[in-house]
């Protein structure tokens, strides 16, 4: 079973900066992409961005030049860095680890941090 732990959600203004942060636990799995979704009010999940296992990352046209998102393999942790922030980007945000259990390609969702932007 893998755990994941979410973090930096919050209240900031528009033009503003935030960092999310997710931390993988658990034994036994291998993790390979690690990415970052958001549901809006009244809207369906979205993909905000993903990074590979080697690196590669994936971005929403949304979020293309605004928002970074790395990872530390050691730390098995995935970070998303929000800047120039807008109300549009309201939603919560949810992480999401893809990989395998022995043989089985698998995934694990976050709880979810809410991210408000006020204009």
């Known amino acids: 079973q893998v755990q994941l732990v979410e973090s930096g959600g919050g209240l900031v203004q528009a033009g503003g900066s935030l960092m999310l942060s997710c931390a993988a636990s658990?034994?036994?799995?291998?993790?390979?992409?690690m990415g970052w979704y958001r549901r809006a009010p009244g809207k369906q999940r979205e993909l905000v961005a993903s990074?590979?296992?080697?690196?590669?990352?994936n971005y929403a046209d949304s979020a293309k030049d605004r928002f970074t998102i790395s990872r530390d393999n050691a730390k098995n942790t995935v970070y998303l860095q929000m800047k120039s922030l807008k109300p549009e980007d309201t939603a919560v945000y949810y992480c999401?680890?893809?990989?395998?259990?022995?043989?089985?390609?698998?995934?694990?969702w976050g709880q979810g941090t809410q991210v408000t932007v006020s204009s």
């Open positions: 658990g034994s036994g799995f291998s993790i390979d992409a």
């Open positions: 990074v590979s296992s080697g690196g590669r990352t």
């Open positions: 999401n680890v893809n990989g395998y259990y022995g043989l089985i390609y698998t995934d694990y």
